[in-house]
């Protein structure tokens, strides 16, 4: 079956550190990829997604890229600031076999400190 | 304006009662879920509607039914409500299938 696999948080960075997130992935077909942020008190909001190997999703400062050889789609962003304080969700969508059931990592959760 | 609300934010109940929550969309999406957050943040789907019609409903106890009267809503009604219930709801809603692109703010259930 379909998994995400996220680094456990929480991730404690300084404002203005480099942040990488990992996200590995097991899937039967070829899925998309995505990443969601989760600000506290709030709903999930969709960050940035690709859709094939090599694509690089970007939004905000974030950045990730499929890599299909790795079986990753880390999430990196050069700067971070407190207000990227937040609980990040790597997630798939896999057409194979007519089900698109979207399955979801546990979540990491970024601490950023001023 | 609101893309995705649930009402109501809280929810506090005791063990046995049957309650509901509600989901609407404005953003004229196709397809609308119900998901399930436990307290290590973990996120379940628990059902996925398109068009009104039923296309993911997952291995979810059968107290709990969703409902879509239309396109931009999607209800969730949970009989008997259970200790384990205690979670976070979150509606949200996709143009085009999965994955869902804007979620609600979430309903947090405390069963008493």
């Known amino acids: 079956g379909n998994s995400v696999t996220q680094m456990e948080g929480p991730v404690t960075l300084s404002e203005e550190a480099f942040l990488t997130i990992n996200c590995t992935y097991t899937a039967t077909g070829y899925p998309s990829l995505f990443w969601y942020v989760q600000y506290p008190g709030e709903g999930l909001q969709l960050l940035l997604k690709a859709t094939k190997a090599d694509d690089k999703g970007s939004n905000k400062g974030f950045e990730a890229t499929y890599r299909k050889e790795t079986t990753s789609f880390h999430l990196e962003k050069g700067s971070v600031q407190v207000s990227d304080s937040a609980v990040y969700f790597c997630?798939?969508?896999?057409?194979?076999?007519?089900?698109?059931?979207?399955?979801f990592g546990r979540g990491t959760s970024l601490i950023v400190h001023p | 304006d609101t893309a995705v609300s649930q009402t109501p934010k809280y929810l506090v109940t005791q063990m046995g009662n049957d309650k509901s929550i509600k989901c609407e969309q404005n953003?004229?999406?196709?397809?609308m879920y119900w998901y399930k957050q436990d307290s290590k943040k973990f996120l379940k789907i628990m059902f996925s509607?398109?068009?009104?019609?039923?296309?993911i409903n997952e291995t979810v106890p059968n107290r709990f039914s969703p409902k879509s009267p239309d396109k931009a809503h999607l209800n969730l009604h949970i009989n008997s409500l259970e200790l384990g219930d205690s979670a976070v709801y979150f509606c949200?809603?996709?143009?085009?299938?999965?994955?869902?692109?804007?979620f609600g703010d979430g309903t947090r259930l405390s069963i008493l």
């Open positions: 953003l004229g999406h196709d397809t």
């Open positions: 509607y398109n068009n009104k019609e039923l296309i």
């Open positions: 949200a809603s996709s143009q085009d299938g999965p994955p869902p692109q804007h």
């Open positions: 997630a798939l969508s896999d057409s194979s076999g007519g089900s698109y059931i979207p399955t």
